[in-house]
């Protein structure tokens, strides 16, 4: 999972480090491993011709090797540009929203200007740190915590999931019926899909597999009397959570959004979840925002992140919808399906 984002990360952070490893570019004979490195680096330093030249910065080269030997050189603008414009370039390659890329480049520069290179140099780990910070910033966007949402809610709890065709939207619903059954909830399942032939038997045999009850009337039905009938079972029979499916696809895209906002109008739904394949990148993203101005969402789930190396919709979903991703689709057993945690997931992109 997200591989090839993890890769591009590491590069970064290989990148700034060679780029840092030396004040003056292009020696790379600067001891490291000297106890005694100080006074190494300070011999290398008056070995430096023409110590009353001045570098960019305005400090004299004998002033910068002074600091240098005292390891208090400051990582420059100048030496981040190169790394800085890698990574950019990378994020977007990997399908990474472009304010996106934007947003953790500037955050990196801002953080890693001035740093000392003793600091890069001793193995402390500001970069791989302003890598996650950065990251973070643009991952962790608040909003709900689910379980303690469904904990929270007066019961039933109703969710309405919407997205495309074929992302995995009616798998994800079997997948939380299994999560919310595992955590005591009593959970009906809501077939709102009555645009497509076989919607009713798909769902209805995760229904079986995972003996849960499903609620469905005949294709072609209102959806939206679908959901409220299994509201009303929920109410009728102490049932905690209603997980109600959509159609991801009509005869225009104007049908399925207007048919969206009338679910929202008549169950007045607890939550909206949006599914989208994590392979989707760009497109995913793009998505997201179309369907949240038709049925606001709450959260998002991105399925499929197994079959993902790049990772862009997944570090650029929530910073362009604002809502967060609540779970990662990772496979296609009932199982596979992960809470999304902003840190554990950079942890895990920059061990
Ligand atoms: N590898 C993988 N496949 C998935 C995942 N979620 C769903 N799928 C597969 O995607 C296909 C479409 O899923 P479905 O739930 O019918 O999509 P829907 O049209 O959005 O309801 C099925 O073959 C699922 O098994 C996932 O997280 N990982
Ligand atoms: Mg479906």
């Known amino acids: ?39 190494a680096a300070s011999e290398e330093a008056t070995a430096e011709p023409a110590s009353n030249a001045v570098d960019p910065e305005g400090d004299s080269i004998a002033e910068r090797a002074k600091l240098f030997a005292a390891g208090q050189t400051k990582i420059t603008a100048e030496e981040l540009e190169e790394p800085l414009e890698q990574l950019e370039f990378a994020l977007l390659e990997g399908d990474v929203e472009m304010s996106v890329a934007r947003d953790i480049v500037e955050q990196l ?13 001793t193995g402390e780990i500001v970069i791989q740190e302003a890598i996650g910070n950065a990251l973070l910033d643009v991952i962790d966007v608040g909003g709900m915590e689910f379980d303690e949402e469904i904990a929270a809610r007066e019961k039933p709890v109703t969710i309405i999931f919407t997205g495309v065709n074929g992302v995995g939207k009616t798998t994800t619903i079997a997948k939380l019926g299994r999560y919310l059954d ?20 798909q769902l209805q045999e995760h229904a079986d597999a995972l003996d849960l009850k499903l609620i469905s009337h005949e294709q072609g039905g209102d959806p939206a ?59 995913a993203t793009r998505r997201a925002k179309q369907f949240d101005d038709a049925a606001e969402i709450d959260g998002v789930v991105l399925t499929k992140a197994d079959a993902d190396s790049q990772g862009g919709a997944a ?21 596979d399906l992960e809470r999304f945690d902003p840190e554990i997931i950079v942890d895990r992109l920059t061990e």
Not at 187 to 192: K, Y
């Open 225 to 283: 009397a679908v959901i409220y009938d299994a509201v009303e079972y929920a109410d009728a029979n102490d049932v905690d959570v209603v997980l109600g499916d959509t159609a991801g696809r009509l005869h225009t895209a104007d049908d399925l959004m207007a048919q969206l906002e009338k679910i929202e109008r008549v169950v007045g739904p607890d939550m909206t979840i949006f599914a989208d394949e994590a392979v989707a990148g760009q497109d």
């Open 109 to 121: 520069r801002e953080e890693l200007v001035g740093t000392t290179r003793a600091q890069v140099k």
């Open 182 to 201: 595992d955590r005591g909830y009593d959970v009906v399942l809501a077939n709102g899909d009555t645009y497509r032939a076989g919607a009713n038997e």
């Open 1 to 39: 999972m997200f591989d090839s984002l993890k890769e591009t990360l590491g590069r970064f952070k290989d990148d700034v480090e060679a780029e840092t490893d030396d004040p003056e570019s292009g020696s790379d004979d600067v001891e490291t491993d000297d106890p005694d490195g100080a006074d």
């Open 315 to 335: 570090i650029s979903i929530a910073e362009v919808t604002g809502k967060p991703i609540l779970f990662l689709g990772t496979g296609q057993g009932y199982d």
